[in-house]
């Protein structure tokens, strides 16, 4: 059992940084692979950007030279540094673990955290 809790969103400038982090409890951190998703109103949810136990990461084409995604194993934390942020970014981000090398793969979610880019 993973519990996640994210933090961070809020109201932005365009061109702004916003940072989202997500604490994680409950199990053993490391053997997760984690992830932020968005989903803006009316669009289905979508893959932002993961980051594997070994910190390799992975990102949309999208926010690619604008997002960092990072972890930190002791202290069981991953975060989203959202820097050059557009209109377009705005939708409720969500922060997901799933263990990779499994039989049946089963994600867990966070409540998701607001993130709106507007002037």
């Known amino acids: 059992q993973v519990q996640l809790v994210e933090s961070g969103g809020g109201l932005v400038q365009p061109g702004g940084s916003l940072r989202l982090s997500c604490a994680a409890s409950g199990s053993i951190f490391s053997m997760y692979t984690m992830g932020w998703y968005r989903q803006a109103p009316g669009k289905q949810r979508e893959l932002v950007a993961t980051?594997?136990?070994?910190?390799?990461?992975n990102y949309v084409d999208s926010v690619k030279g604008r997002f960092t995604i990072s972890r930190d194993n002791a202290k069981k934390t991953v975060s989203l540094q959202m820097n050059s942020l557009k209109p377009e970014d705005t939708a409720v981000y969500y922060c997901n673990a799933y263990r990779p090398y499994v039989a049946t793969r089963y994600d867990y979610w966070g409540q998701g955290t607001q993130v709106t880019v507007s002037s």
């Open positions: 980051i594997t136990s070994g910190h390799n990461a």
